[in-house]
């Protein structure tokens, strides 16, 4: 039986996918196959010898120690676009916020309280201080036009705003997908001088880290608002605070608040919103559950960090899998295991990813204990399974 660690709460849309008596799930099981995860940070979470995957229910993945991963074998998967719509939808709505001072206002409104009926009166005397723009017209940078940042391109133009994409590295999937009409940005400093808001979407990485910064924003437009629904690493937060008290920002929304930033006037700190709906929390829940069971029912990968997308339809009685380094001579090796053994092989298929491959091997003979044997001494070899 195969066993599944949650490590945050996960949506019964997922683990109900876990069909009883082929798998077990909880957040205390022994000797896992898998993790299932959301932000809890695995970086100092000792990987048990039995761990096959982790599937992250959710896009980022800088949770996760993905290298340390592949060089054990285990394979890293997320959820792309799975909880997108409610980052998009939440972004919208950051956007008017910010715009229309909606959160100082509420707050204000509500120290009216015991004024009896003066309020209506103090009310229409007080509105002015919060007067803001409407979003219509105005010019919005989207950074990123992945999963999220083409529904957020899409929908703000939508809203008649125009929008400016970047994104250096955009897929064809996504390209397809971007409205005509949203303006490309061939360089960040396109957006910087041209956009009234900004907003990011990319995942953390070194070269995303900090790109909110003080150089950064000098170049922008003065009063421009800022928006990170994507991780708090993305901005320098003291120089934040400091282009907020120049004025240079006027605002600046973040689901991933940090303790500098949460009394600045101007920061309107959301506390990791973005996928909390109930629809994002099952999507992801339910890929993340399907990853896995495709990967420890027949050795599949789909979604995976740091593994390519392979897959094979199992026709003959026995399978083999093989995840090795991408290094020369490695297919030879393997299918030479097979050939010392006197074992044919039905169907093969090998794919690679940066320094990772993975091999899957299907084969007549059931006896396989021997030939896996032989496949783990081969060098480069990381982790085989017999399925
Ligand atoms: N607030 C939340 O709850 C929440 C929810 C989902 C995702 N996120 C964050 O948002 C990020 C994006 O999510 P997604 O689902 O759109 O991911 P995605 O992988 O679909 O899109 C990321 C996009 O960023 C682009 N990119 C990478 N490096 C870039 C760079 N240097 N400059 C410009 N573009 C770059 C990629 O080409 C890709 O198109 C995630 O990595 C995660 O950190 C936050
Ligand atoms: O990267 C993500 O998908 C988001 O940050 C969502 O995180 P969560 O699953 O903890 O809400």
Same mark, same amino acid.
């Given at each position: ?6 490590i945050?709460?996960?949506?019964p849309s997922?683990?109900t996918?876990?069909?009883?008596g082929?798998f ?6 022994e000797?896992?196959d ?12 000792e ?8 599937a992250?229910?959710?896009?980022g993945?800088?949770?996760i ?5 592949? +060089?054990e074998g ?5 959820t792309? %676009?799975?909880? #997108?719509? /409610? $980052? *998009?939808?939440l972004?919208? =709505?950051?956007l ?23 309020v209506p009166?103090?009310?229409?005397k007080?509105k002015?201080?919060?007067?803001g723009? +409407?979003?219509a ?6 950074? %990123?036009?992945? #999963?999220i /940042? $083409? *529904?957020v391109a899409?929908? =703000? ?12 590295y ?13 303006h ?5 400093n396109?957006?910087?001088e041209?956009c ?14 900090g ?7 000098? =170049?922008?437009k ?14 320098v937060?003291?120089d934040?605070?400091?282009?907020l ?20 006037p ?11 709906t109930?629809?994002?929390?099952d ?6 559950a ?17 593994f ?16 090795h380094?991408?290094v ?9 295991c ?12 090998d ?6 491959a ?23 070899v ?6």
């Amino acid at each position: 039986m195969y066993q599944i660690k949650t490590i945050n709460k996960i949506s019964p849309s997922g683990l109900t996918r876990f069909a009883p008596g082929e798998f077990q799930y909880g957040d205390e099981i022994e000797n896992p196959d898998a993790f299932i995860v959301r932000s809890a940070s695995l970086h100092e979470v000792e990987l048990p010898a039995s761990l096959k995957a982790i599937a992250r229910a959710g896009a980022g993945v800088n949770n996760i120690p993905v290298d340390k991963c592949s +060089e054990e074998g285990i394979v890293v998967f997320n959820t792309p %676009g799975a909880n #997108a719509n /409610g $980052v *998009k939808e939440l972004l919208i =709505a950051a956007l008017i916020l910010s715009s229309r001072n909606v959160l100082d206002a509420v707050a204000w409104a509500k120290t009216l309280k015991g004024q009896g009926a003066d309020v209506p009166k103090l009310v229409e005397k007080g509105k002015k201080q919060f007067v803001g723009p +409407e979003i219509a017209g105005k010019k919005l940078g989207v950074i %990123g036009l992945g #999963a999220i /940042g $083409v *529904k957020v391109a899409n929908a =703000a133009h939508a809203l008649g705003m125009e929008v400016y994409g970047y994104d250096p590295y955009l897929s064809v999937e996504a390209a397809w997908g971007i409205s005509q009409g949203i303006h490309h940005a061939a360089s960040l400093n396109v957006i910087y001088e041209q956009c009234d808001y900004i907003t990011i979407h990319v995942p953390l990485t070194p070269e995303t880290r900090g790109t909110f910064n003080a150089e950064s924003i000098a =170049a922008m437009k003065k009063g421009v608002r800022l928006f990170n629904l994507a991780r708090g690493e993305l901005a320098v937060p003291a120089d934040i605070v400091e282009a907020l008290k120049s004025g240079q920002v006027a605002s600046y929304v973040v689901d991933f608040p940090c303790d500098e930033l949460l009394d600045v006037p101007g920061v309107i700190p959301i506390p990791h919103l973005g996928a909390s709906t109930p629809e994002s929390e099952d999507n992801c829940a339910a890929m993340a559950a399907d990853e896995l069971i495709a990967l420890l029912k027949t050795g599949a990968i789909r979604n995976s960090i740091n593994f390519p997308n392979v897959d094979m339809p199992l026709s003959s009685p026995a399978r083999v899998t093989v995840i090795h380094k991408n290094v020369p001579n490695m297919l030879s090796q393997i299918t030479a295991c097979f050939a010392n053994a006197g074992i044919n092989i039905d169907n093969i298929i090998d794919k690679s990813k940066k320094e990772m491959a993975y091999t899957i091997i299907d084969a007549a003979d059931k006896k396989l204990d021997a030939v896996a044997d032989a496949l783990r001494a081969v060098d480069g070899v990381i982790r085989v399974r017999v399925i």
